[in-house]
């Protein structure tokens, strides 16, 4: 039996359960995925309790996607290598009394932007989310612009990216001229910049599905750009979490189009 949780603080308003829940039950496994509230200071003991019990996974979403990282001193952690590099990890699987860690946000970037125009991309915030884009793009984007509101961010950052050009500006920079926006920040931080847009922004990604939409997400619509939201990310890495946590296969085309009318169907 499939015994998953997604976990991070606060938690109450994710809909992994729901989308976990139902692809499991299209599949006809029995499993069982709950949130959990859990905070980094609370995770060293977690994760051991966890090794010892009948898990076969989690979900991490913020602020666990980096804190994981600061456990693998003390815990048996296989990270995969990329996410190493992107020090940002949303998928943990357990294997024995191994856990092996790995980033389906950035698999899921790499299929939602396969088709958009991304010579020039602008990303808004430097957190863990934001370091899966980097991951997902370096080298198909020619410029990736980060906007932070902490510019200790940036030393991170520039370890990662091994073939695109990687510069960072504050919070006011002008989106104007990129084919690719992506705000990764958490709720209320963009609205300033949502303020003043005031011109089409090609693409426009906002990670965030509560609160739905965001000012910044609203604004862009209508200005008419073309937008992808939290929900569309939500999805689609859970997609790569679904068969690693089930071990199926499975026809993801299908699959997606059930999940995004279950999460959809819950922002209304």
């Known amino acids: ?15 992994s359960p729901a ?13 069982s995925y709950s949130s959990i509230e859990l905070t980094p200071d609370r995770s060293l003991d977690f994760f051991t309790r966890a090794l010892k019990e009948d898990w076969t996974g989690f979900s991490l979403t913020m602020p666990l996607k ?19 590099r992107m020090r940002s990890a949303n998928t943990i699987l357990k294997v024995g009394e191994v856990f092996r860690a790995s980033s389906t946000d950035r698999t899921g970037f790499i299929r939602l932007l396969e088709r958009v125009k991304k010579d020039r991309v602008a990303v808004i915030g430097g957190g863990g989310t934001a370091r899966a884009v980097l991951g997902a793009l370096d080298g198909v984007a020619r410029n990736i612009d980060f906007l932070l ?3 200790a961010r940036s030393e991170a950052l ?23 926006v992506i705000s990764t920040v958490p709720a209320g931080a963009s609205d300033l910049i949502a303020d003043s847009l005031n011109f089409n922004v090609p693409t426009l990604f906002e990670v965030l599905y509560n609160p739905y939409p965001t000012k910044l997400l609203a604004k862009a619509i209508s200005l008419e750009s073309t937008v992808f939201d939290g929900i569309d990310l939500l999805v689609e890495q859970a997609l790569d979490q679904i068969a690693l946590f089930s071990g199926a ?6 699959m997606r189009q059930e999940l995004l009318a279950v999460g959809r169907a819950h922002l209304k």
Request: no cysteine; net charge negative; glycine share 6%.
């Open 1 to 15: 039996m499939i015994k998953a949780a997604v976990l991070g603080s606060p938690i109450t308003h994710s809909l």
């Open 66 to 84: 980096e804190t994981i990282f600061d456990l693998a001193g003390s815990l048996d952690f296989e990270i995969e290598p990329i996410a190493t």
């Open 19 to 31: 989308l976990h829940k139902r692809a499991y039950e299209l599949l006809g496994l029995p499993a």
């Open 149 to 151: 509101r902490n510019s």
């Open 249 to 254: 296969a499975f026809e993801y085309s299908g």
């Open 158 to 180: 520039s370890t990662i990216a091994s073939s695109s050009s990687v510069n960072f500006y504050s919070l006011d920079h002008s989106l104007e001229g990129y084919d690719l």
